[in-house]
């Protein structure tokens, strides 16, 4: 092979990085809707209420008043505040509007969180199972995910799980909640322990709270509020969940010195900002008042119990989930192996569901069902689920 040939690869540092299950399984999802098929979806990871009208107008508003020229790459002053004024009432952070900058929804966040703090070589402990893209980030940013079992380090002690995966190269806690997938909310003391390992190991924690709005036991609690912890924190966030704004992709992160510095360059680099539009559409969202996050908060709460309590007749064990809009039931009552279980059910019951082992190990032996759609679809979906168990 010529020289000239051998440069036709991609760089290396994509090398380790993937792409998940749950695109292969949307496609196959689609594939049978399109072939006539009704398909009872619990695979998606997004809002089902509509986008907020005050949002969409204003968005419009925005294009119609020409306001479609750049913006500043960081956000515009007025959302950074409105921003800094959520944070500082609803997580208790004492910041200001310097120090938050707009993000491409929370992926884009967490992308740039991982490359500044990760150099190559690096290690994170990622609590397992883990969002998807995760371990993704962190390979991208060509460091090593370490990963650490949440259940049982909730059940036997953080700290002692923490320093039982942590290797000298660890630089990084990757710290969710709630979670994506399990719905685990950790608690204030948990934050706590975590705080006082990354002090001691002198680490940075990248604490993604897209989920913060979605808390139906116990509380949210920010791990940057902590002492000494506002410095080594990088926090990301979303309007995708909070506002059914998936589509628009907007988030921000909020940190100090010398993050900021770093998320600034990778944002410039990377996107050059949030599109005007959106950051208007944005602002909309962060005036709204938070009777209206209750307000949906009970809708999932009623959803969460439908689901888990048709899971659990029908074998499919699961505990209702503290967060976020997903239950995490066991899948050993259709297999094992949450792929062939995954399999099974789509082919033979029509339910679509995302094996936990995309997860990452920690979720074999289980599966994904987000309860974030019509209360007539679980209905729908758990019918389906009895008439395929009951004949087995
Ligand atoms: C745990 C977690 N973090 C972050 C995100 C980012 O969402 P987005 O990029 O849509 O804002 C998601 C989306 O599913 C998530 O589940």
């Given at each position: 092979m010529s020289a000239k040939l051998s440069s036709l690869r991609l760089s290396k540092r994509l090398d380790e990085v993937r792409f998940s299950d749950i695109v292969q399984i949307r496609n196959k999802v689609m594939a049978l809707r399109a072939g006539g098929e009704v398909v009872h979806g619990f695979h998606?990871?997004?809002?089902?209420?509509?986008?907020?009208?005050?949002?969409?107008?204003?968005?419009?508003?925005?294009?119609?008043?020409?306001?479609?020229?750049?913006?500043?790459?960081?956000?515009?002053?007025?959302?950074?505040?409105?921003?800094?004024?959520?944070?500082?009432?609803?997580?208790?952070?004492?910041?200001?509007?310097?120090?938050?900058?707009?993000?491409?929804?929370?992926?884009h966040g967490l992308y740039a969180a991982f490359q500044c703090v990760l150099d190559p070589g690096d290690d994170a402990l990622v609590f397992s199972p883990y969002w998807t893209p995760i371990r993704d980030l962190v390979t991208g940013a060509q460091g090593r995910?370490?990963?650490?079992?949440?259940?049982?380090?909730?059940?036997?002690?953080?700290?002692?799980?923490?320093?039982?995966?942590?290797?000298?190269?660890?630089?990084?806690?990757?710290?969710?909640?709630?979670?994506?997938?399990?719905?685990?909310?950790?608690?204030?003391?948990?934050?706590e322990e975590v705080a006082a390992f990354a002090k001691k190991r002198d680490l940075i924690v990248i604490a993604d709270e897209a989920y913060e709005d979605l808390v139906y036991e116990g509380e949210h609690f920010s791990i940057a509020t902590l002492p000494g912890m506002a410095e080594r924190t990088i926090t990301t966030y979303?309007?995708?969940?909070?506002?059914?704004?998936?589509?628009?992709?907007?988030?921000?992160?909020?940190?100090?010195?010398?993050?900021?510095?770093?998320?600034?360059?990778?944002?410039?680099?990377?996107?050059?900002?949030?599109?005007?539009?959106?950051?208007?559409?944005?602002?909309?969202?962060?005036?709204?008042?938070?009777?209206?996050?209750?307000?949906?908060?009970?809708?999932?709460?009623?959803?969460?119990?439908?689901?888990?309590?048709?899971?659990?007749?029908?074998?499919?064990?699961?505990?209702?989930?503290?967060?976020a809009f997903y239950v995490f039931p066991k899948s050993a009552k259709v297999h094992k192996d949450s792929r062939k279980a995954v399999g099974i059910l789509l082919d033979r019951a029509h339910v679509a569901t995302i094996p936990g082992v995309a997860f990452g190990a920690q979720g074999e032996g289980h599966l994904r069902f987000s309860y974030s759609v019509p209360t007539e679809n679980i209905e729908a979906g758990i019918d389906a689920l009895r008439k395929y168990l009951g004949h087995k």
């Open positions: 998606g990871g997004e809002p089902f209420f509509t986008t907020p009208l005050p949002v969409k107008y204003g968005m419009m508003q925005a294009l119609v008043e020409d306001k479609t020229r750049y913006a500043p790459s960081s956000g515009m002053e007025p959302l950074r505040e409105a921003i800094a004024h959520k944070l500082r009432t609803f997580n208790r952070m004492d910041v200001n509007a310097d120090q938050v900058l707009l993000t491409v929804g929370g992926s995910p370490l990963l650490v079992p949440t259940i049982s380090a909730r059940n036997h002690g953080i700290t002692d799980a923490l320093e039982r995966y942590a290797t000298p190269h660890t630089r990084a806690i990757y710290y969710n909640t709630p979670q994506n997938p399990n719905g685990v909310v950790f608690t204030r003391q948990e934050a979303t309007l995708s969940k909070s506002f059914s704004m998936t589509g628009l992709r907007v988030g921000y992160v909020v940190a100090c010195e010398p993050w900021m510095t770093g998320l600034r360059k990778i944002i410039l680099y990377s996107t050059n900002g949030v599109s005007t539009p959106t950051q208007w559409a944005a602002l909309e969202a962060m005036r709204m008042p938070r009777k209206f996050q209750a307000a949906r908060l009970e809708e999932y709460r009623q959803r969460r119990d439908l689901l888990v309590q048709g899971l659990n007749e029908l074998g499919l064990e699961c505990m209702p989930p503290a967060g």
